[in-house]
């Protein structure tokens, strides 16, 4: 139920493509939707969010699609570019326990 | 503005020797804390999280312990290093759901 299931586990795009990462959940309690994007060596850090009142947020290249009935959203990357390899997760909570659960990541890699 | 420090960056400790990682945060009161790990290549695994000082909760049952000395500082010990224990510990803090990561240490035992 708490489960947060991400895919693909890893990803190759070429400069340019716009590559998708997939998230689904169970538990139909969860309101807040982030993702985290974290680079080799680093800490992840808030990429983009949304909340499930609204079925797309986009901000600047990157897009988050929610479809609430099939309780999965995923990610988007537009012209993506070498800078954008890093590894992605998605993430889930709820009102009153605002703990993040996670989903396992997925590591993108742009190829020029 | 709100800051998250961890430090070593890097540690590396022969298998038997005690660990201690610290953490702090700066320009917030009474945040949720949190140590994850994460193995190479993995995903994160919540280790510990606090919701005040000395309230520490345990969600894998391991060889590490954490505490909350102060409403700012996360401590994450060991008294005795396993190889397993190997990996890349992170610290957290948040309001609401608004997670802030620190830059991690890159633990290795040997």
């Known amino acids: 139920q708490q489960q947060v299931k991400q895919s693909p586990q890893s990803l190759i795009v070429q400069k340019g493509g716009i590559p998708i990462i997939n998230c689904a959940y169970e538990?139909?309690?969860?309101?807040?939707f982030p993702w985290y994007q974290q680079f080799p060596g680093k800490g992840p850090a808030l990429l983009i969010a949304?909340?499930?009142?609204?079925s797309e947020k986009k901000e600047g290249r990157f897009t988050i699609s929610f479809n609430k009935s099939a309780k999965q959203f995923s990610l988007h990357i537009m012209d993506s570019q070498p800078g954008d390899s890093a590894t992605y997760f998605c993430?889930?909570?709820?009102?009153?326990?605002?703990?993040?659960?996670f989903g396992t990541g997925t590591r993108l890699t742009i190829i020029p | 503005s709100q800051t998250i420090h961890q430090w070593p960056a890097t540690l590396v400790q022969p298998v038997g020797s005690p660990l201690s990682l610290e953490c702090t945060v700066e320009g917030t009161s009474n945040p949720n804390l949190y140590w994850y790990r994460q193995a190479a290549g993995r995903g994160l695994q919540l280790l510990f999280y606090s919701v005040g000082i000395g309230q520490i909760s345990s969600e894998v049952p391991q060889n590490l312990s954490a505490s909350r000395p102060q409403d700012r500082q996360f401590i994450l010990s060991s008294k005795k290093l396993l190889l397993s224990d190997s990996g890349f510990y992170l610290c957290?803090?948040?309001?609401?759901?608004?997670?802030?990561f620190g830059s991690g240490t890159r633990l290795t035992v040997v």
């Open positions: 538990n139909t309690a969860f309101d807040y």
């Open positions: 957290a803090w948040s309001v609401g759901s608004l997670y802030t």
């Open positions: 949304i909340r499930p009142d609204v």
């Open positions: 993430a889930a909570s709820y009102s009153g326990n605002e703990k993040l659960t």
